[in-house]
């Protein structure tokens, strides 16, 4: 066999074939440069909610999120992942019957010539949606465990300054507009000297929008309905059940105030917060999976960042 001249030349061809592989390696697709509209539109967004300009670091965080989404936007059409949703199926016909508002043509035609116009290659909304749909199949497909009691009982020690739940407060209360503040000490009075009950009492004052029971607030909650000086003011009195307490200065105007009920401070227990805790460590996971998903996708792509 040895002797052969085709076995020669069919060795001499594969040497030859796997030398030329060695010194010209197929080219890796290129990825990026990441796109300069989506990439203002993030630095845009971060300039207007943070009040300053973007850093470095930020930026080439910006450029990794760009090029990751990139990726799986890719990965996903490779996948044919497109044809397979319906709700891409819904943006693709919504997008035709606004190309043409007078179309006749039924959904099935419309989504096939939203395909043939490359639709889903152009549509932000559709580029997002796949972009999900890979997370969501690389996360189906990868090994991930779910988290054990020792593994939650661990998280809740590490975070439990998380779970201090702070004071909370059942209360009614009487209104005064800020026009009508100086009859507040004859309110009071009026309470104090016939030992109103708060329904009796609410009747001396004036309407409130947001109402006037409201059950187990903290100072946040307070805050967001009655002003940063009401919920100071309230708590600073450490005030207990069953205590009338005022006046109280809102952005509204003045309170009286009815403790109906206090909660203490209170960390809670790991058995009330142990479906939260195993929560976040499984999207932790998912997030991980992810992530190394596309460290490992990216070795096949040849990246540039700008």
Do not use: C
């Not at 039924?106 to 949606?129: C, F, H, K, M, S």
Request: hydrophobic content about 45%; cysteine-free.
């Amino acid at each position: 066999m040895l002797k052969k001249p085709w076995l020669h030349f069919l060795v001499l061809g594969l040497f030859l074939f796997m030398a030329g592989r060695w010194a010209f390696p197929v080219p890796k697709p290129v990825l990026g440069p990441p796109n300069a509209a989506r990439l203002q539109a993030m630095t845009e967004n971060y300039r207007q909610f943070s009040r300053a300009e973007i850093s470095t670091e930020v930026l080439s965080r910006f450029i990794d999120a760009e090029l990751r989404d990139e990726l799986l936007f890719r990965e996903a059409l490779q996948r044919g992942l497109q044809y397979r949703d319906a709700a891409i199926e819904q943006r693709i016909i919504r997008n035709m019957r606004f190309l043409d508002a007078d179309t006749q043509a039924d959904d099935a035609t419309l989504i096939a010539q939203g395909y043939a116009l490359r639709l889903p290659l152009t549509d932000e909304v559709i580029r997002r949606r796949l972009v999900q749909i890979m997370e969501r199949l690389i996360v189906a497909t990868a090994a991930t465990a779910r988290p054990t009691p020792d593994e939650i009982a661990t998280r809740y020690q590490r975070d439990v300054s998380r779970y201090l739940e702070p004071p909370r407060y059942t209360f009614s209360h009487v209104f005064l507009s800020a026009e009508r503040v100086d009859e507040m000490p004859g309110l009071i009075a009026a309470v104090e000297a016939e030992q109103m009950n708060s329904e009796q009492a609410r009747a001396l004052g004036a309407p409130f929008l947001s109402g006037y029971d409201f059950s187990l607030q903290s100072a946040d909650q307070m805050t967001r309905v009655f002003g940063a000086v009401f919920a100071q003011e309230l708590t600073a009195l450490a005030p207990a059940l069953g205590d009338w307490i005022g006046p109280i200065t809102s952005v509204f105007g003045q309170h009286y105030v009815f403790i109906a009920a206090v909660q203490p401070e209170r960390t809670m227990p790991l058995e009330e917060v142990s479906l939260k805790i195993e929560g976040a460590l499984v999207r932790e996971a998912e997030e991980r999976a992810v992530d190394d998903w596309v460290d490992n996708a990216f070795v096949g792509y040849e990246v540039v960042r700008s």
